[in-house]
């Protein structure tokens, strides 16, 4: 990541995201998927991907505390899931139980929300797996609160062209 980009502040990035209007936006598919949690709730989900692209690396994205889903489909968030999928990843953003529009009761984190990313993680490996059977692919997981995401995505982007 460029060193000025990094000195920038969140809403700074923000900014910038707003200002290069998200040209591949238009290249990339956004499908609804439910979840079901352990413990029965219902976890609002959606899957971003390159539009007709074949095996993807996975990722799973929880929102920061006091944001869902829809924070990480526009500008809030540091680094949003259209912009990860047009890096090449097939992203899968939730909402863990009790924020947006899950059900169930707020966990800052805890036991429930770890089950939820649990839930999250294996169905976008089942998803994959049904895709391209037979083959391995990576997943790996963010939370949005984490300031080093962009970095690890700018890591793990020779992964992501490896499998295009």
Known sequence: MHPVLRALSWRG?????????????KQLVVEDV?????AGYRLVARRVRPCGAGRLPG?????????????????????????????????????????????????????EHQDDLRVAIRALAAE?????????????????????VPEMLHALAPVASAYH
């Open 59 to 111: 990722v799973v994205v929880s929102p920061a505390i006091h944001q869902g889903v829809d924070a990480l489909l526009g500008t809030v968030a540091v680094v949003n899931a259209m912009e990860m999928a047009a890096l090449g990843y097939t992203v899968l953003i939730h909402d863990p139980a009790g924020r947006g529009g899950s059900w169930g009761e707020e966990d800052f984190g805890g036991a």
């Open 128 to 148: 994959l797996s049904r895709r391209f059977p037979g083959r391995r692919v990576p997943i790996v997981f963010a939370a949005m609160r984490d300031k080093a």
């Open 13 to 25: 990035t923000a900014g910038l995201r707003t200002l290069r209007g998200f040209r591949h936006r």
């Open 34 to 38: 439910e979840l079901i949690s352990t």
